[in-house]
């Protein structure tokens, strides 16, 4: 069965402390992998999309990387802007079924 | 502003009533998703329309139905709610030049009491 698992599902960080958050999946099959950041009452927003295992993509503090079993969100020198929700989500090369696969997602705290 | 528009923003209705939640895509995107998020259970697809015809199906109960218009707005139609409805639904629409990312609306937070 196709699954996205994150960890940790909270982490609180001092500002300037950098750190990773992981998304680990099992899928028959990937087609993509996105990332996605969640605050509190809206709607996630688009970071990135991965497609291969080696795969770098970078974005201000953030970068994402991807393996063939997980993907990690690294965050360096975060800011209290940074606090959000992260959700990680993949889809299955299966046919025409563009369904994605969503974590539950990591909670980012961080304290200025 | 994503450009994708969901309406209303928050709603609270009564067990066994009837509702409709509105979405319009982003000016030129064809599919349109539609997802229900709560505490527990994150963000589960329920429907996925494209160009007006029904393309996937997740988690929809039969209570709750949906459709994808001419002018590509979706409506999705929540019936005899219980209690445990209440949570937050999201549209989301892709274009093909996107990298598959999906767009997402603001959501409409939906309590059922």
């Known amino acids: 069965e196709d699954q996205v698992t994150q960890s940790p599902e909270a982490l609180r960080l001092q500002e300037g402390e950098s750190s990773s958050l992981n998304c680990s999946y099992t899928v028959s099959g990937l087609r993509g992998l996105f990332w996605y950041r969640q605050d509190p009452g809206k709607g996630p927003e688009f970071l990135f999309t991965l497609y291969s295992a080696g795969e770098e993509k970078e974005k201000e503090r953030l970068k994402a990387t991807l393996t063939k079993k997980e993907s990690f969100l690294h965050i360096t020198a975060p800011k209290p802007e940074d606090s959000a929700t992260y959700l990680c989500?993949?889809?299955?090369?299966?046919?025409?079924?563009?369904?994605?696969?969503w974590g539950l997602g990591t909670s980012l705290a961080v304290n200025p | 502003d994503s450009g994708v528009t969901q309406t209303p923003k928050h709603l609270i209705t009564a067990t066994g009533q009837r509702v409709t939640l509105r979405c319009s895509p982003r000016?030129?995107?064809?599919?349109v998703y539609w997802y229900q998020q709560s505490l527990d259970q994150g963000l589960q697809f329920l429907i996925q329309y494209y160009n007006g015809e029904e393309r996937a199906k997740g988690n929809i109960l039969e209570r709750f139905s949906a459709q994808q218009f001419p002018d590509l707005h979706s409506e999705l139609n929540l019936s005899s709610l219980e209690l445990g409805d209440s949570a937050l639904y999201f549209c989301?629409?892709?274009?093909?030049?996107?990298?598959?990312?999906?767009?997402f609306g603001s959501g409409t937070r939906l309590t059922v009491v």
């Open positions: 000016s030129g995107d064809l599919s």
């Open positions: 989500a993949v889809q299955a090369n299966a046919g025409n079924n563009r369904k994605l696969i």
């Open positions: 989301a629409s892709r274009s093909n030049q996107q990298a598959y990312g999906y767009t």
